[in-house]
């Protein structure tokens, strides 16, 4: 994102900036050892092909859910606030695989004085759908930029 998005930038059915990655298997180990996550199946390709019959070790699933709100943050900038996130993962994606995560404008409002916005977000490989989600975020108005 190239400046700070704001409230007035944002309209109904806008697409939040794609985020596309792939994620790597020395990746996946490193957040499994950060998450104290000891399922082999995220970090040992034999293991998860030999023994879990999955082609190769899967992307773990908060993985997944970090990067999806990675593209949220990215987007509304560091003014903007995330304020409510929740995703869904519904499946599998494996090391090497290029991942989209993609969200929609479904509202803005003002609520308490905030400026909110609410958001339809997922996490995509070649256009299926690996995690939907929802987000709410408040970004500034014009008139509060300094």
Partial sequence: MAGQLHFEDVTVGDQITTLRTSVDE????LFSAA???AHRIHYDKSWAVDVEGYSGPLVQGPLQAALLARAVTDWIG???????YSAQNRAVAFAGQELDFVGTVTAKREEDGRALVDLEIRGERDGELLMPGTATV???RRTEAA
């Avoid at 560091?78 to 409510?84: C, F, H, P, Q, S």
């Fill in 26 to 29: 020395i990746q996946m180990f």
């Fill in 35 to 37: 998450t104290y996550n």
């Fill in 138 to 140: 408040t970004l500034p």
């Fill in 78 to 84: 560091g003014a903007g606030t995330l304020v409510t």
